[in-house]
């Protein structure tokens, strides 16, 4: 991961490969932002006489420095400054590590906007030093992000800047503009994790390398991890788990992490974060269509995004007792797999039909939620990849959210426009629930072609108990087809930001 450094040195000072220089279309900002172009340039861009160049938000000027012949200068339009977001900082940060790297600049600097008194249209509030630095920060090492240590030849190919600093306006903003850095890199950090595990092939990301994952991310930010075996598994009743794991050679593993705050006298709410940790999905018995099938091996991306989670939130040592409960297995059709019309036996004593093995997550979170009440806990959220159908309904944008606690989720949403991992709530109307109606258990494990992310989500409500819970479908956000401006292709890390901002705000009823 790049280096990270504040400070508040005159612009022409800065010695780095790149200088990223935010222009917003104003006339008096874009006034000031040329004539210190030209100081940093040594000359004046023809693109900004000829009105080529503007300042218009998605705008970008490409100049070399004649002042330091070594040195690009990247100027990024911001539109108007009354129209300025969040995001767009983040994109700004994003667009000079992208440049740095088709440019091979090894450094990158970027100069803090004057943000003057803005309110976001996000969130109706000013931008605060460490909001701008966090969101600049996390642009820039979201975007620096590559998956690549199974490409062992052509080094060179592998070009990547290795410090970026931020240039805060002035020397007494300096301490908040670190602050909002150094949560922006506790953040990627755990993002680099989530992508990495999402990214790794499934052989070698089985059930039990995950749950080394886990330890080892627990280990150090103090977060107790514990990893129930097969015999465990099957000791305690987790008939979806097991049944889900039989026809893989690779048994499964339930793993539990826990962070407790070090001292604190107070009341702390405890909060459960369940994720999704299939290995791989091959559909089971119920076997996928080939096409595209590489991607099941990112079916562990909820499990993942918890882990990541749990590791930043006891990094920043936030006042919450935070649980993550991860139910991990490969769904394969080996000759003991489960079959279309066995019926399993959960947790809590519940029946399923197996109506199809490739609805395989529900079944093994099933018992992950039954577990969960042990902890007495005020919210419960779930993360999984678990519907095509959410795909269908919100594409690679949106994460799908139900759920059963209102307040919370109207917490998640603001989470998700501060963050822009932005979620979208389906509703879990009673009506749907008797798609899900089995002739022969509790309940069966689809609900036919329509709704398919409802009656998922119904199928999980089932073993929630009492709990507040909230579900994220998350199957069409975890995993990027194509690279957007700080998500390159394959697994997007989505989870980790929306969540650690949600638990910092966190307000219990
Ligand atoms: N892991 C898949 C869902 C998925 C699909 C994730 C596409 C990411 C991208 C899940 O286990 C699954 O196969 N779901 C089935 C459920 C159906 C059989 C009721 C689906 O969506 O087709
Ligand atoms: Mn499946
Ligand atoms: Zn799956």
């Known amino acids: 991961m790049m280096k990270i450094a504040v400070n508040a040195i005159p612009p022409e000072r800065a010695k ?42 998605g705008q970008t000027l490409l100049v070399h420095s004649t002042v330091h012949p070594k040195q690009f200068l990247l100027v990024v339009g911001m539109g108007k400054r009354s129209d300025l977001t969040q995001e767009q900082l983040r994109r700004m940060g994003a667009l000079a590590t992208s440049c740095a790297r088709s440019v091979r600049a090894k450094t990158v600097a970027c100069l803090e906007p004057d943000t003057g008194q803005v309110e976001t249209p996000e969130t109706g509030v000013t931008f605060p030093p460490e909001e701008i630095a966090q969101t600049i920060v996390e642009g820039a090492l979201l975007a620096a992000y590559r998956y690549d240590k199974y490409q ?58 995950l749950a080394r994952h886990a330890r080892a991310a627990g280990r150090g930010s103090g977060v107790a991890v514990t990893v129930l075996n097969e015999r465990r598994i099957a000791r305690l009743g987790m008939g979806g788990l097991l049944g889900v794991a039989q026809g893989s050679a690779c048994p499964p593993r339930f793993i539990i992490m826990d962070y407790k705050p070090r001292t604190t006298t107070r009341h702390v709410p405890t909060i459960v974060l369940v994720g999704k940790g299939v290995t791989f999905d091959s559909g089971g018995i119920s076997i996928k269509p080939s096409a595209n099938m590489a991607e099941m091996k990112m079916d562990m991306s909820g499990a993942a995004a918890v882990i990541g989670t749990v590791q930043a939130v006891a990094k920043l040592a936030l006042p919450i007792h935070l649980v993550g409960l991860i139910p991990a297995t490969e769904n394969l059709p080996g000759g003991r797999a489960l079959k279309p019309g066995d019926i399993l036996k959960h947790l809590n004593g519940m029946t399923s039909e197996i109506d199809n093995t490739d609805a395989e997550g529900r079944l093994i979170l099933a018992d992950a939620l039954v577990y969960a009440a042990r902890y007495s806990p005020d919210l419960v959220i779930d993360l999984a990849t678990l519907t095509g159908a959410v795909v269908v309904a919100l594409g690679h944008v949106a994460t799908g959210m139900l759920g059963t606690a209102q307040h919370a989720m109207r917490q998640v949403e603001e989470a998700g426009l501060r963050t822009y991992e932005r979620v979208w709530q389906l509703p879990l109307f009673e009506e749907y629930e008797r798609l899900i109606k089995s002739d022969v258990a509790d309940v069966k494990n689809t609900g036919g072609r329509w709704a398919g992310a409802i009656t998922g989500a119904l199928f999980l409500k089932k073993f929630t108990g ?12 975890a995993i990027t087809e194509e690279a957007t401006e700080y998500t390159a292709k394959g697994g997007s890390g989505v989870g980790v930001r929306l969540l650690v901002d949600l638990l910092r705000h966190w307000k219990n009823y």
């Open 16 to 57: 780095s490969d790149l200088l990223a220089i935010p222009a917003f279309e104003d006339k008096d900002l874009f006034q000031k932002m040329v004539n210190n172009l030209k100081k940093l340039a040594g000359v004046y861009p023809p693109q900004i006489g000829a009105k080529v160049f503007s300042g218009k938000k």
């Open 152 to 209: 062992t030849q052509n080094p060179e190919e592998k070009f990547t800047p290795t410090g970026f600093a931020l240039i805060g306006s002035t020397r007494s903003r300096v301490p908040r503009l670190i602050q909002g850095a150094k949560l922006a890199h506790i953040l990627c950090n755990a993002v680099y994790l989530v992508r990495d595990l999402a990214n790794a092939p499934g052989n070698e990301i089985t059930p039990d390398a």
């Open 466 to 477: 009492t709990y507040p819970w909230v579900h994220l479908d998350i199957a069409g956000t």
